[in-house]
């Protein structure tokens, strides 16, 4: 599946975290690529970043997880509302949000997703070994839907046997 559209986009990214040295350090992120290996009780961090072409009412984002993967909070709630400093007089605003955790996804529903750059982001950990596929992740207004978008999906993650 190739990613689409319409007036929306998504694109998920994952990033293994690697626990900081001492107390005084921040832990590391490095980008996972096709083909990476991961380990039973890795941590891994899913970023999902939402661009939209204006505000959008009732939009929800659908992010199946790949088996291998379990959220490290598994309580659905309420979720965002945060502005987080990117870099100088730079930030990223997470929505206000409802996440709901379900067996084989996540589903986050939004009453406005804003106009323009989202970033949401979800902890989760390796809990098995084996080969495993990312599903397609989906954005989609339910007002109007056909402003909708889906990533390409597919990435494979390996852990080790």
Same mark, same amino acid.
């Given at each position: $599946? ?11 990214? @994952?990033?293994?975290?690697?626990? /900081?040295? *001492? ?8 980008? #996972?690529?096709?083909? *990476? !290996? ?6 891994? $961090?899913?970023?999902? !970043?939402?661009? !939209? ?7 929800? #984002? !659908?992010?199946?997880?790949? /088996?291998?993967?379990?959220p490290a909070d598994q309580l659905s709630g309420w979720s965002g509302g945060w $502005?987080?400093?990117?870099s100088y007089s730079s930030f990223t605003i997470s929505p206000y949000c409802y996440?709901?955790?379900? /067996?084989?996804?996540? #589903? @986050? ?33 339910? @007002? /109007?839907?056909? @402003? ?12 080790k046997l």
């Amino acid at each position: $599946i190739k990613a689409v559209g319409n007036g929306m986009k998504i694109a998920v990214e @994952y990033y293994k975290e690697i626990p /900081a040295k *001492d107390r005084f350090s921040e832990p590391q992120r490095l980008p #996972l690529n096709q083909g *990476d !290996s991961l380990a039973v009780g890795d941590k891994v $961090i899913a970023v999902y !970043s939402l661009w !939209s072409e204006e505000n959008r009412s009732f939009v929800r #984002l !659908s992010v199946p997880r790949a /088996a291998l993967f379990r959220p490290a909070d598994q309580l659905s709630g309420w979720s965002g509302g945060w $502005i987080r400093p990117m870099s100088y007089s730079s930030f990223t605003i997470s929505p206000y949000c409802y996440r709901e955790v379900k /067996a084989d996804r996540t #589903l @986050y529903w939004m009453d406005v997703c804003p106009e323009e750059n989202t970033t949401l982001e979800e902890r989760l950990f390796v809990t098995q070994k084996g080969v495993f596929a990312s599903p397609v992740t989906e954005l989609e207004c339910l @007002y /109007a839907p056909h @402003y909708r978008a889906n990533d390409d999906g597919g990435r494979r993650f390996y852990t080790k046997l």
